[in-house]
């Protein structure tokens, strides 16, 4: 395989794993006003995922540098074609972190109220729009000889790309009630649930017609259709095992159609990294956007390095923070923290 | 006045990354002060460094939200804003942002969520292990960023591809080893220690002030003072010695931030000067003059010559065609001051710190207490002048030599999009700051007790909880 190939499946990985980890936290975000009624409830909900949230979005800031270092023309053009979008995604993703660190530092109910929406709009507009952007790179877009985009902001909501916006978004809601249903107890796990059974066959709908979508407007072969029907069977047994409340595996099965789905159209884009719909001859490749050969090897054998390590430590973060986080009344303790359960600080 | 596409892309640049500029330096500095404080802790057992840990690990955790937000802005822009300039650089300049991201902000991004929630998870020792990581993670990260932009002042360890134009990596042990990157790294290193020193310094002398704790508050204006002098001085050193290599790489640079427009050997450095801003005003009325000194700043030489604006523009109207080749001398000019006048008065206040100490008076003395209270803000100006040297003087090359800034931004991008993006970032900006500033104020002037979340408010009657710590969310 040659190195801008290599490359290629390294940011699929990215832009995946980003999806599968930072999914279920949009999700959360998404939902914490849902199935928290009480602040000390909505805590629980973004407790579940304050130590992860942050490690799952630097997923997005490499799957973004790797493309301008593996790819820059496709990083120039996307980037700048998606102008207004990303400024949008910016903006989102600005009001989300912040109100993680910000929203407990008051206690007020304006306060916390308020950064709860900005945790709720930031969570909802990312994966939408980051779902339209990718959409686009398949649906295609005006982009001309030289590979400068053409169009308007009105040409970057291509159908499919909004299908694929609206799908990531019902994807990452059921993907973060199925979390919330593993990672937390009291009324927040009973909502948590009920939301993740509700949300299955809207999810599977939507996976599904955008499964056959993807098919049909890229060339199909057997294993670009097989790429594609991997989230649809993963999405039916997500419905499935969500009811016979298998809370890991429903998660496990979420997952995967999160990924499966971003992976899909990564493996229906191969060779090309951003269709044209002007022409196909502007089409942007793989082959005729990669960086040089010492530059991939470079950044090969740094990704060889220390990537693995960085699985390691993220994969035991999630391990440290694995039990469920409850607000049980707790008169004895010290500092009244919401603690995993079934556990006493240390320090 | 026509205000260009080109014209608003270069502000909205500027705007986020001095604004992001102002986070930054605090984070590692911080993030190293709270390391340094919790392994006090860890060794002495006692409660009340425990608590200083926390006093400023809160303060750590407000900066670095909005440190960490404003810097995806930066990747956004580069491709969003400066699609040419992605495409020309791409190859050599994306190598080190995509280390930056797999090797050092998923370091600080994870290990900060373990820091912050792993206070009665983790064993103490692994939990001290986790804060040091953030403070390296983001070190690290700077490392790498200051790679990339130092390879923008003085292009190293690439070679023009003869088929596209563009330049290529050859050699990534070049960007590393490139003398603009070795010594700009080590002062920006070594500014952000001084900016987090002041940070510590100031928050414990309002304290102190104040009489809250002042038998606690006193021990972290102590570890803030011996680091103070020293460290102040080291980056004053090093910023004199980034000067010399500049000259050597960045001639135009150095002589505008003297507004030098005539060759000069030796050469004498104004400490203020009147006019002399442009080309067609070059009579400074210079206001006081220390002879040999701009020699010694520019080439470490007391006769060492410093080429002159004038010659420099027809050199390279030489080489590279006709244009305008000299950057703004008027901010070039006084940011270098705003950072050598400040940073020439800190260590003195270190100093001062220092022998109030030995006299055992560091509580009781009223002036400096109010002096290092104030003295956070010289770090801000100081490190936005750093920007501004170093960004402005490079104009009007985005990469020195090989790529002029007009000849990087987006062309499909329109002048009215990047005015609204603009508009956005300002007000959202503002917005975030005076939060941001309202939440350090609030948070710096507590009383340091335990760690109830937040005294002044009252207890939700109708809860059976207990209220939560600070530290979740």
Redesign the interface.
Known sequence: MSLDVLWFIIIAVFWTGFFVLEGFDFGVGVLHQVVGRT??ER?VA??AI??????N??WL??G???I??????W??????????A??L???A??LR??S?????????DRWRGTWSWALTIGSLLTPLLLGVALGDLLAGLPIDSS????GT?WDLLTPYGLWLGLTLLVLCASHGATFLGLRTTGPVVVRSRELARRLGVPTLVCVAVYAVWTVAISDAGAWRILAAAVPVVAAAAAVVLVRAERGGQAFAASALTVGGVVAALFANLYPAVLVSSTSAANTLTVADTA??H??LT??TW??VA??PL?LL??GW?YW??RARIS?P???A?D??????AG????? | MDISQLDLSRLQFATTTIYHFLFVPITIGLAFLVAVLQTMWFRSQDPALRKLTRFFGRLLVINIAIGVVTGIVQEFEFGMNWSQYSRFVGDVFGAPLAMEGLGAFFLESTFLGLWLFGWDILPRRVHLATIWAVAFGAALSAGFIMAANSWMQHPVGYEINASTGRPELTSIGALFTNPVFVWGYAHVLLASLVTGTLLVLSVSAWQVRRGTSPEVFVRSMMLALALLLPVSAVTLGVGSHLGVIETTYQPMKVAAMEGQWDTCAPCSFSAAQVGGWTSDDQQATKIIEIPHLLSILATGSLDGQVVGLNELQAQYQQKYGPGDYIPNVFIQYWSMRVMAYLGSVLPLLGLWGLWLWRRHKLTSARLFLWVSTWAFLAPFAMNTAGWLLTENGRQPWVVQGLLRTKDGNSPSVSLAEVALSLGIFWVLYLALGAVWGFLMLRFARRPLDEDAEDPAAPDDPDSLFPRSPALTY
């Open positions: 602040d000390t805590r973004i407790n304050g130590p992860l949230w942050d490690g979005e630097v800031i490499v973004g540098a790797a301008f270092a593996a790819f820059p023309s990083y120039a053009t996307w980037f700048s074609a998606g102008y207004l990303l400024m995604v910016i903006v993703l600005i972190g912040v993680f660190e910000w929203r407990a530092k008051l206690d007020t590979q400068e985009f053409t902001f960086a040089s010492y530059a470079v950044m740094v990704a220390v990537f960085v430590y993220q973060s440290v923070f607000a009344p707790d008169p303790g500092t009244g923290q919401l603690r995993p556990r006493r600080p240390r320090g």
